[in-house]
């Protein structure tokens, strides 16, 4: 089986442009969720999806930031605007729907803003 | 509120030898799971073990076994017999059973693991 696929793998964004990255669940699981790593912040909770249904994006910044899951394959987070401080490996996950269920990573997207 | 605290910034052992590996916790919920995680050289974050609070027995998973200490809100990692490509930094994580942050994973701030030849 495959894993959590992310595309791209690397991004470089100059400041004030969108920037959009996917991710593709572990088929058969139904929860996804984002991440973003920073070496000042560490691991960060940012949103998560159960059955495509947004439950929890209390980690979400308030401004420029979306995630939407259109279907059961493939989530999208949004960033407009990017700003320098968006510079993060950005790092999506999926399990089963139970709530102790293990959560597996992808390889995580590489952002660069300019 | 939750936290997960790992203190150790990095530890250096022999290869071929027992490594333990900190973490401790703080959680309200009398429901839990606490995850140890693996992040190689290339960025790849890899799921190791698992411990699930109501389960009394330590978990073991190849050379990976864990020393839970639920009074003590803690959930050590025991490495035995090191190899070089144990040499990683390791995350511990706490997931809450419960409630609307029922799906986040809570993140220590990682330890880094230097196995030498």
């Known amino acids: 089986n495959a894993g959590v696929i992310q595309t791209p793998r690397h991004k470089v964004t100059g400041k004030g442009q969108e920037a959009t990255l996917w991710c593709e669940p572990i088929s058969g699981h139904s929860a996804v969720f984002w991440y973003r790593q920073t070496i000042v912040q560490g691991l960060e909770f940012l949103t998560y999806f159960r059955n495509q249904a947004p439950i929890d994006d209390s980690g979400m910044p308030k401004e420029r930031f979306s995630a939407q899951m259109p279907n059961q394959s493939h989530s999208t987070l949004k960033i407009q605007s990017t700003q320098p401080q968006d510079s993060a490996v950005y790092l999506c996950?999926?399990?089963?729907?139970?709530?102790?269920?293990?959560?597996?990573f992808g390889p995580g997207t590489r952002l660069l803003v300019l | 509120a939750q936290k997960v605290t790992q203190t150790q910034t990095s530890i250096s052992v022999m290869e071929k030898t027992t490594v333990t590996m900190d973490c401790v916790y703080e959680?309200?919920?009398?429901?839990?799971?606490l995850f140890w995680y693996k992040q190689t050289a290339s960025g790849e974050i890899v799921f190791l073990i698992r411990q699930d609070s109501y389960k009394k027995e330590n978990a073991t998973v190849g050379h990976y076994s864990l020393n839970f200490q639920k009074p003590k809100s803690s959930i050590g990692l025991i490495i035995t017999a090191t190899q070089i490509e144990d040499s990683a930094v390791y995350f511990c994580?706490?997931?809450?059973?419960?409630?609307?942050?029922?799906?986040?994973?809570?993140f220590g701030a990682g330890t880094q693991l230097i196995v030498i030849p």
């Open positions: 959680t309200q919920d009398s429901s839990y799971f």
């Open positions: 994580a706490m997931r809450e059973g419960r409630g609307s942050a029922l799906g986040r994973l809570h």
């Open positions: 996950a999926s399990s089963l729907a139970q709530g102790g269920d293990t959560q597996y």
